[in-house]
């Protein structure tokens, strides 16, 4: 089966594709991949340890999508379920791989530690900011352009515990909404938003020590 189709001008939505890919159109399943590849591949990266890995089990994952087709009945979207997909297997592999501790159980550490998001030495005796956010449009703009900032950033990502790193990248990268992301992991909505102010606060902490 071809994976790569040619290029259209208006790439179609999801249940327009999945419609297609029903009735085993393999333009439809090609332009379904070059969407979601990139995507589901960072997202099991935060549960499996190599890129080799994450590879293997994207191409399981895409086995997956066509073996399920039938089975898939819209209750959420196209999206979530092949996220939903991908992680399954990430989990599984990663459990393969020596990663023996049960996601539900990261959630729960991860979610209701006490520890706090912000270093508290960072607040006055009233509570307010003594040491505020570094301002971020203040810093030259060539480091963007080098890609030196980005891979800061991604190195700030690769340090985050397991659920937070999964959450951020399903959310601040992939632009997955607060639902779908839940939905995908098989977490509460509200552990989901704790998990994610929880990465993004340790990822600015990490760029502000940079930028300084």
């Known amino acids: ?3 790569f189709g040619r290029k259209r001008a208006t790439p179609r939505d999801d249940a327009t ?12 399943f090609a332009e379904l991949v070059g969407r979601y590849d990139a995507p589901l591949r960072r997202v099991v990266r935060a549960y499996v340890p190599s890129d080799a890995v994450a590879d293997d089990v994207v191409g399981e994952t ?16 196209l999206k979530t379920w092949l996220f939903r997909i991908a992680i399954n297997r990430a989990k599984t592999r990663g459990a393969r791989e020596s990663r023996t501790i049960p996601f539900s159980s990261l959630v729960a550490e991860e979610a209701e530690s006490d520890e706090p998001a912000v270093d508290p030495g960072r607040f006055d005796t009233s509570g307010q900011w003594g040491a505020p956010p570094t301002r971020w449009d203040q810093k030259p703009v060539q480091r963007l352009l080098n890609g030196e ?22 959310r601040d990268v992939e632009g997955l909404d607060s639902d779908e992301v839940a ?16 990465a993004r606060s340790r990822v600015r902490n990490e760029l502000e020590g940079y930028l300084a």
Do not use: C, Y
Request: proline share 1%; net charge neutral; no cysteine.
């Open 1 to 3: 089966m071809r994976l």
């Open 17 to 28: 594709l999945l419609a297609l890919l029903r009735e085993g159109d393999e333009d439809a």
């Open 62 to 77: 895409w086995l997956g999508v066509l073996r399920g087709l039938d089975r898939f009945e819209g209750r959420s979207s």
């Open 149 to 170: 900032l980005r891979q800061q950033l991604d190195a700030a990502i690769a340090k985050l515990p397991e659920a937070q790193r999964a959450v951020l990248v399903m």
């Open 183 to 198: 939905d995908a992991l098989g977490i509460t909505t509200g552990n989901e938003r704790v998990l994610l102010h929880r």
